[in-house]
């Protein structure tokens, strides 16, 4: 019995049709140009800038309601100032208390 299997399965592998498509299935999934193994990193690499696409029109449309309501409000304005870049009257002081690890 086990010896019919051996031969069954040799008998397989010796077959040129066989051989031809083991040699051609390495070749398309390895050497080729255009290989699968290239194809898959190609491809989440695709997947990778779609996200950051999604990320930074996200980003860029926050910050444009940001502007508009600068752009639209004095006091506004002058909150941003004092919050981002630290601005004061000439007759107040400013405290900046950081969390740990944080820097400014």
């Known amino acids: 019995m086990n010896r ?3 031969h069954k399965v040799f008998s397989l592998v010796v077959n ?3 051989l ?3 040699v051609f299935s390495i070749w398309i999934i390895f050497f080729d140009q255009h290989n699968l ?3 898959n990193k190609s491809k989440q690499h695709l997947n990778q800038l779609k996200k950051d696409t999604v990320f930074y029109q996200e980003k860029i449309r ?3 309601e940001k502007m508009k309501l600068l752009k639209t409000n004095l006091q506004n304005l002058e909150r941003f100032a004092r919050e981002q870049y630290l601005m004061k009257a000439p007759d107040e002081e400013v405290f900046v208390i950081l969390k ?3 820097t400014k």
């Open 4 to 6: 019919k299997f051996w």
């Open 100 to 102: 740990k690890g944080q």
């Open 16 to 18: 040129k049709y066989f």
């Open 37 to 39: 193994v290239d194809r």
């Open 20 to 22: 031809s498509l083991v």
């Open 62 to 64: 926050n910050d444009r």
